[in-house]
Structures are given as structure tokens and as C-alpha cells.
């Protein structure tokens, strides 16, 4: 996302399900272990959220609260938040960190050859992104949600017809940016707070 925050697709990564469904899974089976299994028998994160809508809600708290910095960016970028290009250098040392740290999770599907070239690749070209062109990123998670999309479309009521839109011009609560502060999330600040102190 540029500085007039117009969104681009600046890299497509092939096959969502190396990334976000990965760390899903693992972080579902690390912080709620108690919510693995069903009647039927262990289930992964998807599966269980459809069955209960607590879930999330669940583990998004106790990952919001928890020490490990590679836990969280990676679940951050996986409910496709906004982050500071600026703290790049973070993001990329806790993806290769979450490799590191996770290992003994989801029967250790981070020491699968593909799973870790899938990481480091994302690491790598979230490193290679120009600051000064892409003050901001989000991470998409599969290319089957146009919900990023969307954030960037606006209805024009004098036309009936939807057009391309700033995300500051979105009326609605879509995203968070993510606020680190000593190489740590501080906080979130939700897309309308953003735009609106930018305004004052």
C-alpha cells in the first residue's frame, strides 16, 4: 500500500495453504490444545471455528497476550492486518523465529522442506519491499477471499457503481494497523482511528 494508501499486488505466492493455514493450526494446537478434539476425533483450527465461533475469539486472546513476538506477527499477518513497512526487519526475523520456535507442533509440519522454503520466500520479499514506494503491506491470505480487495472498492451513490477508493476513504471498520514499539506489538489502531487522527 502506498503513501495515498492505494493497495497493489506487489508478489503472489502459489498454494495458500503453506502459509496461514500453517500457522493456524499450530497456534491452535500451542495455545488451546483443550479445544482440539471433537467426538469425532482431533481437528485442525478451520474445523473447529466452524463449529464454534468461540474459537477464535479464544486464541486470538491468549495470542494477543502471549511473550512469543514470532507468534503473534505471524498470526497478525494471517487475519491480514496492516504493518509499518518500516518494521520489516522485525516481521522477517519472527517468521524465520516461528520456524525455529514451533517445530514440535501440528506433527511437525515446519520441518517439511516446503513448508520452511515457503516461509523464508515470504520472509525474503517482505524484505525486499521498497519503503519509500510501499510505506505499508498487508499480507493476503489466498487469492479465494477478495476481502483486501474490497477494502479498496467504495460504492459511488450518484453512479449506483462500486470504483476504486483509498483505504482512508473506506466507511467501514475493515483492518488494523499493527503498532510495534521495542520490537514488540504495542497495539492496533483500526483503519477509521487511523484516518481519523491523520485528520487532525
Known amino acids: 500500500m502506498n503513501d ?3 493497495g497493489f499486488e506487489v508478489e503472489e505466492f502459489s498454494n495458500s ?44 486472546d491468549k495470542i494477543n497476550n502471549c511473550q512469543s513476538t514470532a507468534d503473534r506477527v505471524c498470526w497478525e499477518m494471517s487475519n491480514q492486518q496492516v504493518f509499518f513497512t ?48 510501499y510505506p505499508y503491506f498487508i499480507f493476503k491470505n489466498t487469492s479465494c477471499d477478495d476481502n483486501v480487495e474490497y477494502w479498496f472498492r467504495g460504492l459511488n451513490e450518484e453512479t449506483d457503481e462500486y470504483e476504486n477508493i483509498d483505504l482512508s476513504k473506506q466507511a467501514k471498520s475493515v483492518t488494523e494497523f499493527v503498532i510495534f514499539q521495542d520490537n514488540k506489538i504495542e497495539k492496533f489502531i483500526g483503519n477509521l482511528d487511523f484516518f481519523s487522527k491523520l485528520c487532525l
Open 4 to 6: 495515498k494508501f492505494e
Open 17 to 60: 495453504w503453506l502459509f496461514s493455514p500453517v500457522v493456524w493450526d499450530i497456534l491452535f494446537e500451542k495455545y488451546t490444545p483443550e479445544n482440539m478434539f471433537s467426538l469425532y476425533g482431533k481437528v485442525g483450527y478451520m474445523s473447529a471455528v466452524m463449529s464454534d465461533n468461540k474459537v477464535h475469539t479464544k486464541l486470538n
Open 86 to 133: 518500516s518494521n520489516k526487519s522485525i516481521m522477517v526475523h519472527s517468521i524465520l523465529k516461528f520456524l525455529d520456535d514451533n517445530t514440535k507442533y501440528n506433527e511437525g509440519v515446519l520441518t517439511k522442506e516446503h513448508i520452511i522454503e515457503r516461509f523464508k520466500e515470504i520472509a525474503k520479499e517482505i524484505l525486499n519491499i521498497d519503503e519509500n514506494q
